[in-house]
Structure formats: structure tokens, C-alpha cells
């Protein structure tokens, strides 16, 4: 730990380097007042995790701001330039978080300076709208400025490689060494000299709107985009497929104070409150709901006159029968499916009753798109349970909260048009399939240290049963930091820190046989929350 003299001095120099007037005195403040906060401030800039880079808007090296912006980027061009890549096209896009223009900007005139060829896109926009650039241009990288569904006052840098796709290990490392090698930011260049991309949105929703498989367009839905980028260009998406859409007019505009929600995640209780609200109002069919930068979609359905969300799972099962059971076997003669192993396993099953590939990766999207022979060869559909969807993997390479919208509309009208239901194909599958019911025990901390101490805590003294059954422990290190739990009655549980956020998150899933589909669902109900309680003794609040 170093002194507070060390500390002192390194903010210092920092504040002399830096290119921002505004964080230079709001550093300089902490050093006139000698804060704690300082060591924080100064332990380091941010590295790259599951998704890029992300910490809360704030001067200093532990935060975004220009300063550590210009510093990544001349790393990443440097980077780019060792391996071959130099003089490039790279595209740069953003979300409407704080901070974001500026951000952008300033990664555009390092990338220009260094000598790419950069594309900048028209405003802020959703972030598979650069990963489908990424790929059309032929891009050697890009760049979305975004911190996804984090709180209001983080922001972050997510960074695509050829072919729109995340870095991974050991990439990761050597960006990270080639940023710590870069000069101080106000002697990096930086130069003007960059295009707008004009037709990036229109170039993705021409393709978007080829997505259906079906002609039925008969579909009342009701969205929302979370005060995020999302809204305009998904009612696009949804009309030029030939849906109508009612959006919910108090969140349509971004704003990156997020003002009606709690948390912008479709994933948190009382998100989606408002979506919800609207379906019933308009006697919506579907609610669709985005999370800030569009690449997550969550969807809400009618079941019995009352209105629920899907879970993560429940919508990728349905999206992937809906792809699989229109796939034209002639264009794709070996196709993959993909999910992680924190997702539930009825995709496997499904997988088998069409004869198609299935492999099961690390959480995270930058893995799910090197399934099968590490490249994704063959990839059809990827999904993961935190409400990312990839169902267009040839244009996106990544989870796509628009593009899964659209689909999840196409099978919705499909079905509505024979009798049929998404619930009621639910319960389908799971007739077929086995009864799958998932949960998440998530321990959020205020102290980050608290997480390995647990993660110690559990592979030193293993459990052997929970909730009264017999449980197995697998030790997933060191390809990641996670224990996978086993047990009779399709029991699973991954305990892992969360790559994104300062939490312990516990994935839990048991499955019931159907035979009688009521008695099966409260089985399973009875047995998950027993499962939960076990695992919240577990960890402990962690």
C-alpha cells in the first residue's frame, strides 16, 4: 500500500497531465483536502472485464474521464499497430451516458492521430449498431463508449476486435501493458481528422428488418427503452418489420440520470413497472423492454389477465425453437447453439431434438461467440440468462437487444395467429423438455474484498447438501473464478463475482419431469425457494 506522501505526489502529477480542466480542479480539491477518497482515486486505472471497461464518471486514475479515455485508446493503437492492424478502418460510437460525448471524441482523435482510418457514428446510438459496423466496414476494431445498465454515474469503454468480437485473454493483458506504457494523456495527439459514418443506423435496421420468419404481423406491443439510446431506433426496427409499437412516452428520451427508475436493468424488481402498466393499458400482446445501450432485451407477456416478465432463459429457449425450427438446413448444414454455464440447460435438450450442435462456454458474450471450435463456426444462436441475445450472429456478434425484440415480435404474431401463446409454448417445452425453474441470489458489497474471502470460504469447506439433497462441487479455476454445484433433480448452482458489477451472484436451477404440469410447476416453485434460502445461508451476505 503506498503512503499518503505517494499518493499525494501521484495525484499531482496526474492533475498536471491531464486534458480536462474540470476533473484537473476536482482532483485538485481532493488534494487540498487531504481526502481518503484520494488512495481510491488513485489505485489504478480500469481494466478490461467481461465487458470492456467501466467506473464511475470521476477524476483521477480509478474512474472514466478523458484522461484514462486518451490513455486507453493511444494503448489500443498501439496495440493495434504491433499486430499488423495499422492505418485501419476503426469505427468509434456512444451511448447518452455523462460523459460520453466528450469520451467519444477524444477516442476518435487519439485513433486519428495514430493514423486509422476512423468512422465516427451519428450521435448516440445503440451499441449493436457499431458491432454491426464493426463487421460491415471490415473495421480492425471499435470502440462504443457505454457502461450499458450500470448506475447513472458510471460510464464505460467496450472494445471490439476484427470481426466484432470481444478481446479475451491473454489480449486482454496485452492491451492493458501497451495502455500502461503510453505517455502522459496531454502529450498524447490527437487530431480531427475522422469521418461520420451517416449510414450505420440505416445499414443495421435494413438488416434487422429481414429478421422474421413468418408473415403474420397481427401483434399489439407495448416497450420501453429505460431512458436509454434504444427507443427510436427500435420502434423503427419494429415498424419496418411491420409491427406497431406503443412505447412508454415518460422513458423514450435518453437521459442519463435514468429519472423513473431505480436501476436502468430490466432484470431489477420494479424496472419494468411502467412497461408493464402500458401493456395492460393498450391490451398489448408483448412488452419489450431494452436496458440503456439496446443490447439486452427482456420480454413481458400476458399470462392468465395478469402481466410477468420472462426470465433470461425462458426467453432464449423460445427464441432458439423459433430459429431452429425455421432454420434452412441448406444454407447452415452443421449449425450451433450456444449458451454459458450460469444459463439453464433445457437449450441442450432442445439442441438434441433438432440434431444441432450445442456447446456451453464462460459467462460472457466475448466466449458465447467462440463457441463450438473457438471461432463460432456454424453459430446460429447464443444466449445468456442475464437477457442477452444473439440471433444474428453473421451481423452481430454479440448480444442484440433490437434484433431479439423483432424476432420475439415475429414468433409472438406467428403463434398468435394459430390459437397459440409464448406462455403457452413455454409450457410446451417444458412438457417436452422438463420443467426448468431458475433464480439468482445476488449479494451486492460495499467492500470488494469481502468477495474473494467468500469465494476462499466455499472451496476451503464445500457444502455436501443443500436443501436436503446430496450436492457435488466442481472448481471451475483457473479457467475462471467459479464453483459449479450439483445435485439430483436437474440442482444446480454457480456461485461466481460478477464481472461487471460489485457482487457475489449465485445462479440456481432445479428441473421437474412433467407428468401433471401444475403439480410440476409447484414442485418446482417449493424446491427453488428452498434452494434459495440454502444458498443465502451459504454465502452468508457474503
Known sequence: MRSGTDVRAAALRWIAEDVDPRTQAELQELVDADSPELADRMSGMPRFGTAGLRAQVRAGANGMNRAVVVRTTAGVADWLVGRGHGGGVVVVGRDARHGSADFAADTAG???AAGFDVRVLPGALPTPVLAHAVRALDAVAGVQITASHNPPQDNGYKLYLRGGTHLVTPTDSEIEAAVAATPPANEVPRSEDWAVHESALED???????LPRG??????????????????PLREALHRAGFDVHLVASQAEPDPDFPTVGFPNPEEPGSTDALLALA????????????????????????????RMLRGDETGVLLAWHILSTLDRSAVPDPLVATTIVSATMLRSIAAEFGVRYDETLTGFKWLVRAGDGAGTGLVYAYEEALGHCVDPEFVRDKDGISAAVLAADLAATLKASGRSLSGLLDELSSEHG???????????????????TMQRLRAQPPTRLAGTEVDVRDLLPDTDALVITGDGGLRVVVRPSGTEPKLKCYLQVVEQVDDLPAAKARAAERLAALEQAVSD???GA
Open 435 to 453: 420443467l426448468h425453474r431458475t433464480g439468482q441470489v445476488s449479494v451486492r458489497v460495499s467492500d470488494l474484498s469481502v468477495i474473494p474471502r
Open 110 to 112: 487519439v485513433l486519428a
Open 538 to 540: 451459504l454465502v452468508g
Open 204 to 210: 443495421y435496421l435494413a438488416r434487422v428488418a429481414t
Open 215 to 232: 408473415s403474420a404481423r397481427g401483434l399489439r406491443i407495448a416497450a420501453t427503452a429505460m431512458h436509454g439510446v434504444g427507443a427510436r
Open 280 to 307: 395492460a393499458e393498450v391490451g398489448a400482446d408483448l412488452a419489450v423492454a431494452l436496458d440503456p445501450d439496446a443490447d439486452r432485451c427482456a420480454l413481458g407477456v400476458p399470462v392468465d389477465g395478469t402481466w
